[in-house]
């Protein structure tokens, strides 16, 4: 068996209303890897399509163009070598019509360049073939078919393979299977930069508290010779304890927001109405939308929730805008009205103290950042599942600000936190993990590293490196 394999441990079977279903065929544990798939299919987002490599999908400055469509770039030659099978027909397609289509024509294409190439089953263990795959055309709305009407068209000019046709609802087909694509992320996990379409992820069912998590492994990409490269692949990994014949689920959204949010996001994307038990049971609601423990009117209570509600909005705008010195601003007004009000598990609370925190990390306001971060922490806490990733990322990043804080050993304590469970959700070979591991052996180079990493997300302010801070310290 190569990593490549989906293995032995899943089954496919008939999960009744929601279609298809996977379940163990064996005991699972947590941090076990459940399967592993390599793509059937992936393509950078148009926006990144001069920013990271085509093949391996490594964000980095040097990149070498394809210099017959130049639209597609490359590490090196190993990477263009590596990926000329699936860019040949791609690429002539491209200099066909001069300017590329978007990821969801240029993905629609090369599945089936791979369908009449290597039939829709990409690898011994796909239990289904692609075309076979749920498309859930009959859900969308007017806007979504009038978008799906005009891909199609788009498709039809772009997408040739000898003397082959295709009726236009084949190929609606197809554009609704794709749309089940994974967005990818970079080498570090932290930018989205693509999506791919992987067979045997697409029969994983949702649940809001789930059993399973996926990652991205974008494969060994540290050996100096890149043919020694190992190949992008997804894993599936378990999340605690599973029983042999129980259902395997992951979460399509986070699950921090009310089940009622979780619910209207997973109808309106995914076409379904949820019926975990979180959901129905509306499991931590209470906490999500708690007021302090100090007891306040509930008029007080909700004069502050609608003032939050507003800069939160106000927030993620200036964000958007990478006026970091006003989403710091904004974060502390909000966080000092809030004082005395809302509980520490407030969701209003969390996403400020969140912004909060990233944005001092990056004005260099370290101790500030951690102080933020901790108390994010504390209430992701008693919210999430305790081996959920995202709660192991931003246990990370605490640590991290800790670590720029001066406050090396609170800051190793996290580390060493985060470090438990990111080997459970993502495993001791992912890029994250291995990072961690160098700080757990207190290199400090490795932290410098993975901040600048981090802040690459954030375009400067125009402001400059002043630190502003809370009138209340
Ligand atoms: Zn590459
Ligand atoms: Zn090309
Ligand atoms: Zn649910």
Sequence with gaps: LTVSDTGPNVQLFDAGDKGHGLRATKELSAGDMVFSEPGFAAVVYDSMAAKVCHNCFRRQ?????????????????????ACWEEHKLECAAIRKIVTAPNANVRLAARVMWRIHKDTGLGTDNQLVAVDKLEDHLADLGE??????????????EYWSYGSKQHSSDYISHIFGIVSNGLPLTDQRGLQKVGVGLFPNLCLVNHDCWPNCTVILNNGNQSALNSALHSKRRIELRALGKISEGQELTVSYVDFLNLSTDRKKKLKDLHFFDCTCEHCTQQIKDDLMMAAAESKPSADKVKEVTAFSKENVEKIEAAHAQGN????????????????NVLADTNLYKLRVLSMASEALSYLRAYSEAAEYARKMVEGYTKLYHPNNPQLGLAIMKAGVA?????????????????????????????AITRDLEGLGHSEEERSVELQAEDSRQCSPSPGGPHTPRCSTQ
């Excluded at 806007?143 to 199609?152: A, G, I, S, W, Y």
């Excluded at 670590?403 to 992912?430: D, K, T, V």
């Design 402 to 430: 800790h670590w720029h804080a001066g406050q090396i050993e609170q800051g190793h304590g996290f580390i060493c936190r985060a470090y438990s469970i990111l080997m459970i959700s993502h495993g001791p070979n992912h």
């Design 143 to 156: 806007e979504d078919l009038k978008q799906l009407k005009t891909n199609v068209g788009h498709f039809f």
């Design 61 to 81: 400055s040097k990149l070498h163009r394809c210099a017959q469509c130049r639209f597609a770039y490359y590490c090196d030659r190993t990477c263009q070598t």
């Design 324 to 339: 970091f010195h006003e989403v710091a601003r904004l974060c502390c007004e909000t966080l000092e009205k809030q004082e």
